[in-house]
T-cell receptor, first 111, second 116 residues
Framework: GQNIDQPTEMTATEGAIVQINCTYQ??????LFWYQQHAGEAPTFLSY????GLEEKGRFSSFLSRSKGYSYLLLKELQMKDSASYLC????????????FGKGTMLLVSP | DTEVTQTPKHLVMGMTNKKSLKCEQH?????MYWYKQKAKKPPELMFV???????INESVPSRFSPECPNSSLLNLHLHALQPEDSALYLC???????????????FGPGTRLTVL
C-alpha cells in the first residue's frame, strides 16, 4: 500500500519561515517531489530529492530522510503570493516516472 | 521552455456528448500523462504514454479514451460521461520514462470539465 501524509492547512505571516512536513510509506521509492499549486491552476515543480539531505533553491529548500520516510519543504521570507497548496509526491515505480501525490497542504500567508 | 499547453481551458458537456481534450508539448519529452483532479484533492493518475504507447491505465472507465497521435500530442476522448466526472483534467510530460532518476513531470494548465 501507499500512504503519504501532510498537514491539511498551515498559516504563517509575511516575511516568516514555514516548514511543511511530509511522511510517506510506499512500496517503492525513487524520488520525492514538491509542487506548488495555486487554486484553479496546474501544479508547478519546486524541488526534487532522491538522496538524503537538503536541496536549496532560493527561498525554497527541501530535505529528505529516506530511512525515516520523511521530507520537508522550507519556505523563507514568505510572500503573499506563496499562499497556495503544496503537494508532496513520491515516485514509487522503478522504470516509470509515475507519481503518487499527498493530499496537499494549504498554506495561507497573512500580512 | 517547460511549457505544456492544454485546450480547451473550460468545457461543459452533456452526458450524451462526445468531446476531446488536447495536450501539446514541444520539449521533446517522450512520456505524457493524464491526471484527474477533484476540488481540494491531489491529482490522480489516469494514463501514462511512453514513446507514444499506452504503458499505464489506472483502471480508468472506458468512457475515457486516450490517444497519442505523435510524440508531441496527447488527446483524451470523452463519451457518455457522468456528472461525477466533472473535474480539472491535467496533462503532464516528462523527458524520459524509464530509469532516469532526475526525471521531472511538468504540468499543463488543465481543462476544467463540467458534465451536466
Amino acid at each position: 500500500g501507499q500512504n503519504i501524509d501532510q498537514p491539511t492547512e498551515m498559516t504563517a505571516t509575511e516575511g516568516a519561515i514555514v516548514q511543511i512536513n511530509c511522511t510517506y510509506q510506499t512500496s517503492g521509492f525513487n524520488g520525492l517531489f514538491w509542487y506548488q499549486q495555486h487554486a484553479g491552476e496546474a501544479p508547478t515543480f519546486l524541488s526534487y530529492n532522491v538522496l538524503d539531505g537538503l536541496e536549496e533553491k532560493g527561498r525554497f529548500s527541501s530535505f529528505l530522510s529516506r530511512s525515516k520516510g520523511y521530507s520537508y519543504l522550507l519556505l523563507k521570507e514568505l510572500q503573499m503570493k506563496d499562499s497556495a497548496s503544496y503537494l508532496c509526491a513520491v515516485r514509487e515505480r522503478s522504470g516509470y516516472s509515475t507519481l503518487t501525490f499527498g493530499k496537499g497542504t494549504m498554506l495561507l500567508v497573512s500580512p | 521552455d517547460t511549457e505544456v499547453t492544454q485546450t480547451p481551458k473550460h468545457l461543459v458537456m452533456g452526458m450524451t456528448n462526445k468531446k476531446s481534450l488536447k495536450c501539446e508539448q514541444h520539449m521533446g519529452h517522450r512520456a505524457m500523462y493524464w491526471y484527474k483532479q477533484k476540488a481540494k484533492k491531489p491529482p490522480e493518475l489516469m494514463f501514462v504514454y511512453s514513446y507514444e504507447k499506452l504503458s499505464i491505465n489506472e483502471s480508468v472507465p472506458s468512457r475515457f479514451s486516450p490517444e497519442c497521435p505523435n510524440s508531441s500530442l496527447l488527446n483524451l476522448h470523452l463519451h457518455a460521461l457522468q456528472p461525477e466526472d466533472s473535474a480539472l483534467y491535467l496533462c503532464a510530460s516528462s523527458q524520459t520514462p524509464p530509469g532516469v532518476s532526475t526525471d521531472t513531470q511538468y504540468f499543463g494548465p488543465g481543462t476544467r470539465l463540467t458534465v451536466l
